[in-house]
Structure formats: C-alpha cells, structure tokens
C-alpha cells in the first residue's frame, strides 16, 4: 500500500519560511515522479513543484525562486523548502506520487497517490 504523509505546514508571516514534508512509504522515487501541489481558489490542485522521472525539477512560475524541492532517498522523504513566502502561497499543499510516463510534466491528472495535505497560512 502507497503511503504519503505530509507535515511542516503552519502559520507564519510574509517574507517567512516553511519547510514541508513527505515520508513515503510503499513507492520508490526510481519508479515515478514526486511533487507539491495546492489548491487554487478555484478548489483546483496545481503544480508547486515537481521531480521528474529524470530527476530535473519543474515550477510554478509563481514559486521560482522562492522555492526548492529536493528529496532524500535514503528516507525516502520529499521536501519543500518555501523561503519568502507571500499571503498568496496561503493554501493547502499536497504531496504526490505518480508512475505514469507522462509525470514529469507536473500535471496533476497523472499523479494516482496523494498525501491528506498540510496547511499553510501566510499573513500580511
């Protein structure tokens, strides 16, 4: 069974940071693609962050920059380091995890497991 189980959400202030978490449990990174996600105002997940089936990282336009995604296969945990973050990052992040061929593209269609999220909140 595919686990993912994200932390390190909270609440901080503009120009503040977080780092969230995603232990994985179940699924291999040599596998797949690995990435953050958030919901849109629309209620719509779209992508943060994501590490491809060849190991090269994707942005949200938004997020570049400001945000690094990195992992650590020797605990199996996938990481997003959010620096200067802006009341507009204020979301709920997911993680996800995908096998499809077409993973590294960051859409979220063809990512199958999903972690129950972390909220963040950013202040102004």
């Known amino acids: 069974e595919v686990q993912l189980v994200e932390s390190g959400g909270g609440s901080v202030q503009a120009g503040g940071s977080l780092r969230l978490s995603c232990a994985v449990s179940g699924l291999t990174y040599s596998s797949g693609c690995m990435g953050w996600f958030r919901r849109t105002p629309e209620k719509e997940r779209e992508r943060v962050a994501v590490v491809g089936r060849d190991g090269r990282t994707i942005y949200a336009d938004s997020v570049k920059g400001r945000f690094t995604i990195s992992k650590d296969n020797a605990r199996n945990t996938l990481y997003l380091q959010m620096n200067s973050l802006q009341p507009e990052d204020t979301s709920m992040y997911y993680c996800?995890?995908?096998?499809?061929?077409?993973?590294?593209?960051?859409?979220?269609?063809?990512?199958?497991?999903w972690g129950q999220g972390t909220q963040v909140t950013v202040s102004s």
């Open positions: 996800g995890a995908s096998t499809s061929w077409y993973c590294s593209s960051g859409y979220p269609g063809w990512y199958t497991y």
